[in-house]
């Protein structure tokens, strides 16, 4: 007979916190460590699963709890991270790094070391890359640390901005205005924002003009002051591009620049204006730079086996394919 691990909590409000809305949190963490939950009475009770890791993240909920928080799936992740990565301190860093937005949905959690070190890179420095492969949570932790800023009021407007690289379309053949036409290519940071806040909200935001969309070949001559301003796919901007947009930055301001150096649509790949970026600036002092790699993939744990697919073809068949 397996050996049975036992938690005793306090009582049963501090148990159904700790448990989630549907036992959702013991769920997840069956899910992550294995194993098989009960919770009875007052009382947690798990087998094959090991105690120190087990132990580790209820004791976080139950810390949680204590503080007032209501800890869910995405906090057991969090949690469960911190294991996998060998470090168990996870306060020093998972709630450092929260990000509370004010009407949001739901608290952010970092979901790891790098995503934690992104999240404090944003709010140390003016200028932050983040550069790493689909599915790390690069435009959504810098969607939810943009919109903290404007709905906490530490800046005055957020601009969302990206190249446009066409894909067998024309821009100028899409129907509409400008915004109109360009909404389709900031479709991942809406979807962002949908996912953080109401959309009524946004609504509002965007018609008051304290959310912007901007074509970056429309940013030239701007100075952005005050405003938290994102760059999405910095990977498909050419050198001159790149170099405008920085230069576009304002007092008060702070910049996130994302990009995924595996998917440059450029017809000549070496002349993207974020690998360029990399290499000219990575000394100098006051921007930081993320690095996320497939470890850190959090959309869908398939997105990270297929991504380890494609870097294994690529190391075995370096030579192109037509």
């Not at 087990?54 to 906090?75: C, R």
């Not at 901005?161 to 915004?179: H, K, M, W």
């Not at 109401?198 to 701007?222: D, S």
């Amino acid at each position: 007979m397996q050996e049975t691990i036992t938690i005793v909590l306090k009582d049963t409000e501090e148990l159904s916190g700790v448990c989630g809305a549907n036992d959702a949190n013991l769920q997840t963490i069956e899910q992550l460590l294995g194993g098989r939950i009960v919770a009875r009475g007052n009382e947690i009770r798990a087998q094959t699963i090991n105690e120190q890791d087990f132990k580790t993240v209820i004791n976080a909920l139950i810390t949680a709890v204590h503080t007032g928080e209501s800890p869910t799936p995405d906090y057991v992740r969090a949690v469960v991270d911190t294991l996998t990565t060998g470090e168990r301190t996870y306060k020093d860093y998972i709630n450092d790094a929260l990000i509370m937005i004010p009407h949001g949905f739901k608290r952010v959690y970092p979901r790891g070391k790098n995503q934690a070190a992104y999240i404090q890179g944003m709010r140390s420095c003016d200028i932050t890359f983040c550069v790493g492969p689909a599915g790390t949570g690069k435009t959504y932790l810098a969607v939810a640390e943009a919109l903290r800023l404007l709905l906490s009021k530490r800046v005055y407007k957020l601009v969302l901005t990206r190249p446009v690289v066409e894909a067998g379309e024309s821009l100028g053949f899409l129907p509409g205005d400008l915004a109109q036409k360009i909404s389709p290519y900031l479709r991942p940071l809406y979807d962002a924002m949908e996912a953080l806040i109401p959309f009524e909200l946004i609504h509002r935001l965007e018609e008051t003009r304290a959310i912007e969309i901007a074509p970056l070949a429309y940013m030239r001559g701007r100075s952005l002051n005050d405003a938290a301003i994102i760059l999405d796919e910095a990977q498909n901007t050419t050198r001159e591009q790149m170099k405008m947009f920085l230069t576009r930055i304002g007092s008060g301001s702070r910049a996130v620049i994302t990009g995924d150096a595996t998917q440059i649509d450029l017809p000549r790949p070496a002349d993207s204006g974020l690998l360029h970026a990399l290499s000219l600036l990575k000394t100098v002092e006051g921007i930081h730079f993320a690095w996320l790699n497939t470890a850190d993939v959090v959309r869908n744990p398939l997105i990270k086996k297929i991504i380890q697919a494609y870097e294994y073809e690529k190391d075995s068949f370096p030579a192109s394919r037509a």
